[in-house]
């Protein structure tokens, strides 16, 4: 019986023995000062609410085509690579884009669905001029509405930067851009409110104009940079109020905003021939050399991107030097 007792005692030891020995290079391994690898995980999705609908995004989207210009500056600077673009009006400031290595979208107002299918993107961008095809295009690819509330301009943008910078896990740097850009707004409109001075801003286009206030597309000037509107009443449209020149000897504005819309869509820049009539010329605007024709790449057809928004305010601040 006894040396039953032993025997069996022997062969436990020996099994446990054995256990330990198969467990010593899983052990050794951990211990080496570095955590066993971890179990790939699951990607992760998120939801965006916009005024479209619901945009669901699985993981990290690689192959991305994006309608929006103000969305493709705010990618270029957080350095996140684009597969598609509407390439036949693409800014100035952004015409890498129109390189080879990307691949035409169609245009800004009407996408070319066939290509973008057969891109297969994960993620399409798109914005106002777009919203007409957003349910069509959600067939090829989750599509998400990132067009700017003109009304809320600057909410509206830091909210569509951080979304952005989200999908694409670029959070930090998005902040600081942001407090780099309102760093900017803030002296802006500081100096802009102590001037004291009225403005209007209008839209040349093909020998007319028409007048954007507060609250409008170009309405930022007033809403938050800070000048006063020579005219409180201006009516609030996509294509602006249509004014004559004797509208503005009328008002007379310290500063006249000019956004010439044909040197981006024409191709040729006729706003300067076009303003500085003999009326124009009577006004406290052109005397005083306030006058100011600004970037219609930034305002017309981008807007509301990083390096946009950027780039409209600091033209805003030079006027005022």
């Not at 919203?131 to 998400?144: G, H, R, V, W």
């Not at 909210?159 to 002296?187: M, P, R, S, Y």
């Not at 249509?242 to 504005?253: C, T």
């Amino acid at each position: 019986m006894r040396k039953l007792s032993v025997l069996l005692l022997t062969l436990i030891i020996a099994v446990i023995a054995s256990a330990c020995g198969a467990a010593a290079p899983e052990n050794n391994a951990a211990g080496s000062g570095s955590p066993a690898p971890e179990a790939a995980k699951a990607p992760v999705e998120q939801s965006f609410k916009h005024e479209l609908g619901e945009t669901k995004i699985k993981g990290v989207p690689s192959k991305v085509v994006v309608f929006d210009f103000g969305a493709l500056d705010t990618l270029d600077r957080l350095g996140v690579e684009v597969l598609g673009v509407p390439q036949a009006n693409i800014p100035s400031y952004l015409s890498k884009y129109k390189d080879a290595k990307y691949k035409n979208a169609g245009s800004l107002t009407e996408p070319d669905f066939e290509k973008i299918s057969a891109m297969s993107p994960d993620l399409i961008i798109i914005s106002g001029r777009q919203s007409k095809a957003y349910e069509e295009l959600s067939k090829i690819a989750p599509t998400l509405y990132v067009a700017l509330d003109t009304k809320n301009y600057m909410t509206s943008f830091e909210n569509n930067t951080k979304t952005l910078a989200k999908i694409f896990g670029k959070e930090a740097a998005a902040e600081q851009e942001l407090a780099k850009v309102n760093a900017t707004v803030k002296a802006v409109k500081e100096k802009a409110s102590a001037s004291g001075k009225q403005a209007l801003i209008i839209l040349s286009n093909g020998g007319k104009v028409s007048a954007y206030g507060a609250g409008s597309r170009f309405g930022l000037i007033h809403d938050v940079l800070g000048f006063t509107p020579v005219d409180k009443s201006i009516e609030v449209t996509t294509h602006g109020q249509s004014i004559s020149f004797e509208y503005i000897a009328e008002k007379n504005p310290d500063y006249l905003f000019v956004v010439d819309r044909d040197a981006v869509v024409g191709g040729q820049s006729n706003a300067k021939q076009t303003i500085e009539n003999d009326l124009v010329k009577n006004t406290k605007a052109f005397k005083d050399g306030h006058i100011v024709y600004l970037d219609p790449n930034f305002w017309y057809l981008s807007g509301g991107g990083l390096i946009s928004v950027e780039g409209m305010v600091k033209e805003v601040e030079a006027s005022l030097k």
